[in-house]
T-cell receptor, first 115, second 117 residues
Framework: AQTVTQSQPEMSVQEAETVTLSCTYD???????LFWYKQPPSRQMILVIR??????QNATENRFSVNFQKAAKSFSLKISDSQLGDAAMYFC????????????FGGGTRLMVKP | GAVVSQHPSRVICKSGTSVKIECRSL??????MFWYRQFPKQSLMLMAT?????????EQGVEKDKFLINHASLTLSTLTVTSAHPEDSSFYIC?????????????FGPGTRLLVL
């Protein structure tokens, strides 16, 4: 079974600074998807970024980018120019290529942004 | 695009009663819908996966007779908590994935907070 590990229960960043959230996963598959979801205090899960394992290029979405290291099974999220609205729980998730879209979530990282 | 709604957002019920939660995909056809449960300060726990027109697949340890799931159309799935008890109090979240470019990604509803007295 696949597992997803987020080793940082909490992180803190100064507004306008950059922070990196770590995620590692365990799988024997070669094709899969990786996601970062954000859950603000409203508890609405919001897709931040998605990475297909077959793509070598790291995904980026505005201030959000990932460092995908397939051999190391690592998928970290970098948030640049942090804003107060970035404060939330962040969940890393894995999905097998053919798994009927079932996601395996990590335990989450709570990000605090200091003004 | 890819908006998922959930209703109600909050519900309080008496022990022993049943509660129905609706999950709708508003702008795409959801071939697969998922139901999660989330305890405070914890990650999401998958309860079941439902495909339109088929019986739901429940995760180990989830009572299918207690958590009834119906996915009768490509835009609607319902979760009914039958004979609810205080230990069923939780935050329930649905998600949906579908066709037309939304196969790979799950889009989440805003969640339903259930409190059983």
């Amino acid at each position: 079974a696949q597992t997803v590990t987020q080793s940082q229960p909490e992180m803190s960043v100064q507004e306008a600074e950059t922070v990196t959230l770590s995620c590692t996963y365990d799988t024997s598959e070669s094709d899969y998807y990786l996601f970062w979801y954000k859950q603000p205090p409203s508890r609405q899960m919001i897709l931040v970024i998605r990475q297909e394992a077959y793509k070598q290029q790291n995904a980026t979405e505005n201030r959000f980018s990932v460092n995908f290291q397939k051999a190391a099974k690592s998928f970290s999220l970098k948030i640049s120019d942090s804003q107060l609205g970035d404060a939330a729980m962040y969940f890393c998730a894995y999905r097998r290529w053919d798994a009927g879209n079932m996601l395996t979530f990590g335990g989450g990282t709570r990000l605090m942004v200091k003004p | 695009g890819a908006v998922v709604s959930q209703h109600p957002s909050r519900v309080i019920c008496k022990s022993g009663t049943s509660v129905k939660i609706e999950c709708r995909s508003l702008d795409f056809q959801a071939t697969t819908m998922f139901w999660y449960r989330q305890f405070p300060k914890q990650s999401l726990m998958l309860m079941a996966t439902s495909n339109e027109g088929s019986k739901a697949t429940y995760e180990q340890g989830v009572e299918k007779d207690k958590f009834l799931i119906n996915h009768a159309s490509l835009t609607l799935s319902t979760l009914t908590v039958t004979s609810a008890h205080p230990e069923d109090s939780s935050f329930y979240i649905c998600s949906a994935s579908g066709s037309g470019g939304q196969e790979e990604t799950q889009y989440f509803g805003p969640g339903t907070r259930l409190l059983v007295l």
